[in-house]
Structures are given as structure tokens and as C-alpha cells.
């Protein structure tokens, strides 16, 4: 099992910056991906970044060229820096990691106001 755990979320104006954090524990040593997801209201959830356990990153297209991921894995927390935040990125964002089964954290929200 692993337990996921985001912090970072809060109130931005547009164009602003966020980082989130989401630290992982238990049986995080076959993790083999670790993403965010965010989920705006009465949209579907979609893939903002990701990580691999070799340290390969993909982003969405929306996000590439504003957001990072890195990991810090004496800490075994990812990170999501955030920057030209806007509006419509208002949003619960979710961490996600993957062995042999799914784990979700419980959301963060981030609002951007305009």
C-alpha cells in the first residue's frame, strides 16, 4: 500500500506562482510513476505532469513551458512548480502513483483568481 499526501494548494492571483508538494509512504520502493491530475468543477479529471521511477517527465500540453515536476527522493515527495498560472486552471490537483495497483491522494485545491 502507499499513502499519498498533497500540500502546497491555496489562492493565486493570475499569472502567479504554486508549488505542490505530495509526499509518499508504505510500499513506495516499486512505484514506477508518479503524476498530478487535476479535476476542475464539471470537468474531467486530466493529466497535468508526471515522473517516472527513471526520472523521465511528460507533461499536458496546456501546462508545458509553466509547470515542472521534479522529486526529491530522500524525501519521497514530488513536486509541482506552478508558474503564468491562469484562471481556468482553477482546480482540485490530485497526486497519483502506480505499482501494481492505483493510489490517489485527497486533492488540493488551487483557485486562481483573475
Known amino acids: 500500500q502507499v499513502q499519498l499526501e498533497e500540500s502546497g494548494g491555496g489562492l493565486v492571483q493570475a499569472g502567479g506562482s504554486l508549488r505542490l508538494s505530495c509526499a509518499a509512504s508504505?510500499?513506495?520502493?516499486?512505484?514506477?510513476?508518479m503524476q498530478w491530475f487535476r479535476q476542475a468543477p464539471g470537468k474531467q479529471r486530466e493529466l497535468v505532469a508526471g515522473i517516472t521511477s527513471g526520472g523521465s517527465t511528460h507533461y499536458g500540453d496546456s501546462v508545458k513551458g509553466r509547470f515542472t515536476i521534479s522529486r526529491d527522493n530522500g524525501k519521497n515527495t514530488v513536486y509541482l512548480q506552478m508558474n503564468s498560472l491562469k484562471p481556468e486552471e482553477t482546480a482540485v490537483y490530485y497526486c497519483?502513483?502506480?505499482?501494481?495497483?492505483?493510489?490517489w491522494g485527497q486533492g488540493t485545491q488551487v483557485t486562481v483568481s483573475s
Open positions: 508504505g510500499s513506495i520502493l516499486r512505484i514506477v510513476v
Open positions: 497519483y502513483a502506480q505499482d501494481s495497483s492505483i493510489y
